[in-house]
């Protein structure tokens, strides 16, 4: 089972500092996939995704999209939280395998990346965040939508994009809700 492969893997030196593999966080059968970067304090602690201060603002957005709790699913790039919460392109690339299994799993109609980590890792050509937020595009098989990622919502320009940007991410579910 991936989940038990997941939280056993010693593949690369970020599991000698989790307490937990964070793994899924949300409904069954979602058809909204939203990808984080990777896990930090909060949820190494919990073992599950955006259960911190940015899964509070995440929380928030998906409110506002009017998604119930059946309807999307919550993963990360990375399952073990990196030191000083920093991205480790070396171990995404380690633990991208199991991105792509999850998601062939779920088999989701939209991808949401959140962050330009995430971002990248599922569309190693895409421009930069704040070029791609806001933008569809599709990769390979999967329809994904750029966000920014909800901690770098610090500003006021920040908080107005992501605002923005939510509203289109509403009118694009809206059309793929069908
Ligand atoms: N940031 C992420 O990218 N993922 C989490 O699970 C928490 C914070």
């Known amino acids: 089972m991936l989940s038990r492969e997941i939280r056993g893997c010693v ?3 970020l599991h000698l500092g ?3 593999a964070v793994i899924y966080r949300g409904g069954e059968h979602p058809w909204v996939v ?3 970067e990777a896990p930090g304090r909060a949820e190494d602690l919990a073992g599950e995704p955006f259960v911190g201060r940015a899964g509070a603002k995440l929380d928030e957005g998906i409110a506002r999209l009017g998604l119930a709790p059946t309807e999307f699913g919550i993963v990360n790039v990375l399952k073990c939280r990196p030191p000083a919460n920093r991205f480790v392109l070396g171990a995404a690339r380690i633990c991208r395998p199991y991105l792509e299994r999850q998601l062939a799993l779920l088999r989701p109609r939209a991808v949401v990346t959140l962050g330009r980590w995430a971002l ?3 569309d190693p050509g895409a421009p930069p965040i704040m070029t791609a937020a806001g933008i569809p595009r599709s990769v390979g098989a999967w329809d994904i939508y750029p966000l920014l990622h909800p901690a770098a ?3 006021h320009a920040t908080a107005q994009r992501w605002k923005r940007d939510l509203g289109t991410l509403a009118e ?3 059309e793929k809700r069908g």
């Open 172 to 174: 694009w579910l809206n």
């Open 120 to 122: 990248r890792s599922m």
């Open 153 to 155: 919502i610090r500003s």
């Open 18 to 20: 989790r307490t937990h």
């Open 11 to 13: 593949r690369c030196p």
């Open 34 to 36: 939203f990808v984080g």
